[in-house]
């Protein structure tokens, strides 16, 4: 965006003073050309500077005449035409000051507004700088070549005494502007580096590196030129002066040479071992400076340690490589020039690190928090004048791992060492701690990335993430501002109360929303980086069904579905649904999930579900497909407590019972089956079943163990609370409807209270047997007399006995082995698969 587009928008008596010598029209006219100009860099009076302004005096009438003919308001173009030439003419300096004082108050006044300039504006800067700095280079060289060629004229008159003292010092001043050339080129490498560091964590970076060649050839074609004249005037320069010049002007070439061999396409920066990567160098002045190579250099890529990098750097990479940290397969590659794209690249295409040898870790540090990196090295010699230079050039720190569960921690170590490393550094040495809104655009450049989407994080969210990493909630937001986070609460601390640190929550946050949730969240439908607290605040005062979307607080990778609901009394409820992982949205989207809970009305604040999300939902099949198979679809639903009976504990019965159950605590020893026979028997029709008695079971450990797999206590262990269970039914008569206190029943495990009618009171259904072996209850029951068919020695037998004997006494089929159920409370009883009981004396223990 230029200058002119945000100016243009700006109320115009902010510019009243600067419209004076220079119309607001005119500028309008004008528009991105002015800003394309040199004017905030002609600082001097020279004749360099004068000759510059004139061109763009007279670059600037033209521009306004082609106006003129195209433009309806010709006759007034024309008269600022003629103003401009009567009062710029003679001194177009003073055009020079006047424009520059015009574009400097436009950028006072959108940084005063803005508090920023566009990126693209300094980049066009920084361009306008170079060329005209070239420009007074090769302006430079002209004078040098002015002045050598000064002779004897045509008259036969002299050359001016003052030629040979003003041309050392010529020189040296054209030298000087070399230098200073030279490190604006190396000054936008690294800035080329930096960007392409920064891209590994979603930045936006322009690649192409056309341009940034076609700097170092211009600044290089004007080295040889100025060379050139350097040794044509070794006379005047004398045997003190020239081997300095010369010694400058080698440090100068072998600076752009060495600057401008560049990692094109880095190696991944969590590089598996056993895994095959790509990458590619590139050697800027390769085209000029070895197209006339015997033959193709050949470049090596090694492994080296974050020690090693540090002495390539400290040696200017002046030193070669003694031994490589890891093995590479496939690293060597031929450096070739392309004539067609003018380019000199080597390419890796299948190299693989088949291991890695680690170095010894400081301190606490793991191996995913070190850092190494390929080492890319050629040697050329470069023409015309044959000289050798070694070339070396380190990709982007790189985090070597093992298995793909290091995969997580490796990414924390880059991102960190990506955001928050300086330009120029000793590698691979980064903060340990950084300002909290530096990392607020680290996660947020991460995240859309990530995702690919354009819609980043919220001034709430980053509230949110301050919140969590910091384990602060009474801070307000500007409290957040001025603080500063730490390496180890990114990634080393775990979060309190959590299995896990904060990048690993929010590395898992970007998994999702990249897997299922892309287009939800470019809809702004998932407020996602919110607490639970806030959430109740926010949906405590909404209608029934008002509901949101968030990421799951306690889960990698999880998004939830919060919901208020509204009792009779008007007093609200927030709810939150088991959070959805990835896999889960897998089966069955987001938005379908959303159609099928009808407890889900209105999105938060007031936008009806099916607005928000209908163009979300999938188009659901109905009929039979091809093959004649009638469609099946699968649905989500949610039971609230609200929709749920609350569990029987206090004895009080359903409104509605759907199944005829009775509710009796565990067997009592006041109970015999003799005495309950004579209450039972007018209820009971006469039958063969009825006229026997009611034999006495008493279960061992392996049966309640059959009849419960998920629970092995003894029988005789008192559940707390005391679970109800389900009577069997002894009569075939469907009108039998037998009285709840006298029926005994056996415990069986699982909570069916609330399909019971009404039973003890609290206090005996709350009250505890004590804790005693399985047998041992057994023989404390004190019961009168041990049934019938019991002979008189089973009183005294052992409790190993009597266990031998209990586990030869058949199962009734009530008691044989459960399937799992859930354990809710509307668990129903046909879902253990119980029927009626049919008891006869083959039943009984030893009958044939």
Not at 379 to 398: D, G, K, M, R, Y
């Amino acid at each position: 965006m230029s200058l002119w587009n945000l100016v243009s928008h700006m109320p115009p008596e902010e510019f009243s003073s600067l419209s004076a010598e220079f119309p607001r029209s005119l500028r309008c006219l004008l528009a991105e050309w002015l800003e394309n100009q040199p004017w905030e860099f002609i600082n001097g009076s020279d004749a360099f500077c004068s000759s510059v302004a004139s061109g763009m005096l007279s670059a600037m009438l033209e521009k306004l005449r082609s106006a003129a003919g195209s433009d309806g308001q010709q006759c007034q173009i024309l008269q600022q035409i003629s103003s401009i030439e009567n009062t710029f003419c003679r001194d177009p300096l003073r055009l020079v000051a006047v424009v520059r004082s015009v574009l400097e108050g436009e950028k006072a006044a959108v940084l005063k507004r803005d508090h920023h300039l566009p990126l693209s504006f300094h980049r066009r800067q920084e361009e306008l700088k170079f060329s005209l700095g070239l420009r007074r280079l090769q302006h430079r060289v002209r004078e040098i070549q002015a002045l050598r060629d000064e002779g004897p004229g045509r008259d036969g008159a002299a050359q001016s005494p003052m030629a040979p003292r003003e041309l050392p010092n010529l020189i040296l001043e054209a030298v000087k502007e070399l230098e200073a050339a030279k490190q604006q080129v190396l000054k936008r490498i690294q800035i080329w580096k930096r960007q392409q560091q920064l891209a590994g964590n979603g930045a936006i970076f322009e690649e192409n590196l056309a341009p940034l060649q076609k700097r170092c050839e211009n600044l290089l074609e004007v080295y040889f030129q100025l060379q050139q004249q350097v040794m044509a005037a070794s006379t005047e320069l004398g045997p003190e002066l020239l081997p300095r010049l010369l010694e400058r002007f080698n440090e100068v070439l072998s600076s752009l040479v060495k600057s401008s061999f560049l990692v094109e396409k880095q190696p991944p920066q969590v590089l598996k071992t056993q895994t095959k990567f790509q990458a590619s160098v590139r050697f800027l002045l390769g085209p000029r400076l070895l197209k006339a190579a015997p033959k193709p250099y050949v470049v090596r890529a090694d492994m080296v340690t974050e020690k090693q990098a540090r002495e390539l750097e400290l040696s200017n990479y002046s030193n070669s490589l003694s031994e490589s940290t890891g093995e590479i397969l496939h690293n060597t590659v031929a450096l070739e020039t392309n004539p067609t794209s003018g380019t000199c690249c080597a390419n890796f295409k299948n190299v693989l690190l088949k291991k890695i040898k680690r170095c010894e870790r400081k301190g606490s540090e793991s191996v995913t928090e070190e850092k190494c990196a390929v080492l890319f090295s050629t040697n050329v010699a470069l023409t015309p004048s044959n000289v050798s230079i070694h070339l070396q050039v380190l990709s982007l720190p790189i985090v070597v791992i093992v298995h793909g569960n290091q995969d997580n921690n490796a990414k924390a170590t880059v991102l960190w060492d990506n955001a928050f490393s300086d330009i120029e550094r000793v590698p691979f040495v980064v903060a340990e701690r950084v300002p909290w809104d530096k990392m607020c655009d680290t996660l947020n450049l991460k995240f859309m990335a990530e995702v690919q989407t354009t819609k980043g994080l919220l001034k709430e969210h980053y509230f949110f993430l301050a919140q969590k990493i910091f384990n602060d909630h009474s801070a307000s937001p500007e409290d957040f501002q001025s603080r500063h986070v730490s390496w180890a609460q990114f990634n080393k601390e775990i979060l309190p109360g959590r299995g896990f640190t904060f990048w690993q929550w929010f590395d898992g946050v970007l998994d999702l929303t990249k897997r299922c949730l892309k287009s939800y969240w470019s809809d702004r439908l998932i407020m996602g980086f919110i607490s639970k607290q806030y959430v109740c605040k926010l949906l405590s005062m909404k209608p029934d069904g008002t509901f949101l979307l968030r990421f799951s607080d306690s889960e990698i990778g999880g998004v939830t579905i919060a919901y208020v609901i509204r009792g009779k009394d008007g007093s609200s409820q927030v709810e939150n649904i088991q959070p959805f992982s990835a896999k889960d949205l897998s089966i069955r989207s987001l938005g379908d999930r959303i159609r099928d809970l009808e407890q889900l009305r209105n999105l938060y604040p007031n936008t009806p579900k099916d607005q928000a999300f209908g163009s979300h939902y999938n188009k659901e099949q109905t009929g039979k497909d091809g093959r004649g198979y009638v469609s099946t679809a699968i649905k989500m639903t949610v039971e609230s407590e609200r929709d749920q009976q609350p569990p029987n504990t206090m004895g009080a019965p359903p409104e509605a019972p759907q199944v005829p159950m009775f509710n009796v605590p565990v067997l009592q020893h006041e109970l015999h089956p003799e005495s309950l026979q004579p209450l039972l028997a007018p209820m009971c029709p006469p039958t063969p079943f009825c006229s026997q008695p009611i034999p006495t079971v008493y279960p061992t450990v392996e049966s309640s163990i059959m009849m419960a797999p998920d629970r092995l206590t003894s029988p005789f262990h008192s559940p707390s609370p005391m679970l109800s269970s389900p009577s069997l039914s002894h009569c075939q008569d469907p009108a039998f409807r037998p009285p709840g206190p006298f029926m005994p029943n056996q415990y069986m495990p699982g909570d069916v209270s609330q399909l019971l009618p009404a039973g003890p009171s609290a206090e005996a259904q709350d009250e505890e047997m004590p804790e005693l072996p399985p047998f041992q209850a057994v023989e404390d029951a004190s019961l009168q007399s041990p049934p019938r068919w019991m002979s008189p020695s089973m009183e005294q037998s052992s409790a190993s006995e009597l266990d031998q004997l209990l586990q030869d006494v058949p199962l009734l089929p009530p008691f044989a082995p459960l399937p799992q159920h859930s354990g809710y409370p509307n668990s129903s009883l046909s879902s253990w698969g119980l029927g009626e009981a049919r008891w006869d004396d083959s039943m009984r223990p030893g009958h044939a």
